[in-house]
């Protein structure tokens, strides 16, 4: 028995008397009891608008709201507050560094490199900010194993003025090489923008270890409730870019024709913020926190390793990616089973209460590189069990018999 299964009630309910094995956590993950407590605590408590009231709710608010920052930067390391905003999520936070530092400091000639791997979160903002500033995208492929070889990493080179990269693909379950692109990055001196969505719910995220520039992820892929996300910067860097959303709060003074705009982190936090979703996340921290990162990342290599084993087993499907567990392969399974499409996978699997993925997850240049129009996707996380791979595994064997194809 999972310990923790009792923290998340929707893991425990049964639906057409069948129990819900849930393995999307890529694409969100569940709730524990106490970050749903903690947002309901807040509005019932708690509500008013941050940095605006003189009275002692809105004050209140407004501490909550910072104390939240404040669990944030200790989580990921972040050297001060102010380098750490709050957004609406991960692609919210990638747009705003696409739009304000690539707009203003990307130049003609200049190359973005970037896996092809990306989600498009952290794909188109780069194609608008490369065809508006005459800039060159730069893909780097990875071989079978879903890996970037070195002379895919020589590709950045003395032109590259950005490289964006996710820290684990969401499709191939790869762990890239991050203090390497980073050196590499810097060498040329160019900046570095990490994805961390599928990496910070696994594994550890320091930023200044990392020596990352920015850093984006969205709370709902960590147990927070969706609406929050967050994006690291360095001071040096943000203080120097300009707003990206205008607006109440962000300002210093305005006259009729112009204004002039408050210090970090609020220039970069117009209007009214989520505080109920800052709240959340500071719980989704407090809960990681006590679970711990060892234990997550144990009990992921111990399910990574029975799911494979047992995918291998199975006639007529593929795995893309590596097909074995290891430090480079977090618990993100993409594959498809011969002759069926990954819609009717997923809907045959649904029938047995098993939750997955299927579609080209939000990365079809990935999908072209791989020969595929879309996959099925399976991903861990820590609350799940041996016996949910168990039912998954047991309804993929029988998907090819219901549609008339054989065993």
């Excluded at 990875?142 to 890996?147: H, I, Q, S, T, V």
């Excluded at 900046?191 to 709370?219: E, M, N, T, W």
């Excluded at 959340?280 to 234990?295: E, F, M, R, W």
């Excluded at 494979?308 to 089973?337: M, W």
Aim: proline letters at 5%.
């Amino acid at each position: 028995m999972n310990p923790y299964l009792n923290d998340f009630p929707i893991l425990n309910e049964k639906r057409d008397g069948k129990r819900l094995v849930y393995l999307d956590n890529a694409a969100t993950t569940q709730k524990p009891l106490s970050v749903i407590r903690a947002v309901d605590e807040y509005y019932r408590s708690s509500n008013a608008n941050p940095h605006r009231g003189l009275y002692g709710l809105s004050i209140r608010a407004t501490k909550m709201y910072e104390d939240s920052r404040a669990a944030v930067r200790e989580f990921i390391n972040a050297e001060k507050d102010c380098e750490v905003l709050f957004t609406r999520n991960a692609s919210e936070s990638l747009n705003l560094v696409a739009y304000s530092y690539g707009m203003n400091f990307i130049k003609e000639g200049d190359e973005i490199a970037l896996p092809v791997s990306e989600h498009h979160s952290n794909l188109l903002p780069w194609q608008m900010v490369a065809r508006a500033k005459g800039a060159k995208l730069v893909y780097l492929y990875p071989d079978k194993n879903g890996r970037l070889t070195e002379q895919e990493l020589d590709k950045i080179g003395p032109k590259t003025a950005l490289v964006a990269a996710a820290h684990v693909s969401n499709v191939l379950g790869t762990v890239y090489p991050v203090e390497e692109i980073v050196r590499r990055a810097h060498k040329a001196g160019a900046v570095v923008v990490l994805d961390c969505a599928q990496s910070i719910p696994h594994y550890p995220v320091d930023v200044r270890k990392l020596g990352v520039d920015f850093a984006a992820f969205s709370g709902h892929k960590m147990l927070a409730p969706m609406g929050i996300g967050v994006l690291y910067g360095k001071e040096e860097l943000l203080n120097k870019m300009p707003p990206f959303l205008t607006g109440g709060e962000m300002i210093e003074y305005v006259s009729e024709q112009d204004a002039t705009f408050a210090p970090l982190p609020q220039k970069f936090e117009a209007g009214t913020q989520n505080v109920g979703g800052a709240v959340g996340l500071a719980a989704a921290i407090d809960y990681i926190n006590q679970v711990g990162y060892d234990t997550i990342i144990k009990t992921e290599e111990e399910l990574l390793a029975y799911a494979l084993d047992g995918l291998a087993k199975i006639p007529h499907l593929t795995v893309y990616g590596d097909a074995k567990a290891g430090e480079q392969r977090c618990g993100v399974i993409s594959f498809n089973v011969d002759g069926v499409h990954p819609h009717d996978v997923s809907s045959i699997l649904d029938s047995d209460g098993v939750a997955i993925r299927a579609g080209h997850h939000c990365a079809q240049p990935l999908m072209k590189y791989l020969g595929v129009n879309a996959t099925c996707r399976a991903s861990l996380y820590f609350y799940n069990t041996k016996e949910d791979i168990d039912v998954l595994l047991e309804g993929l064997k029988k998907v090819r018999g219901w549609l008339g194809l054989g065993d």
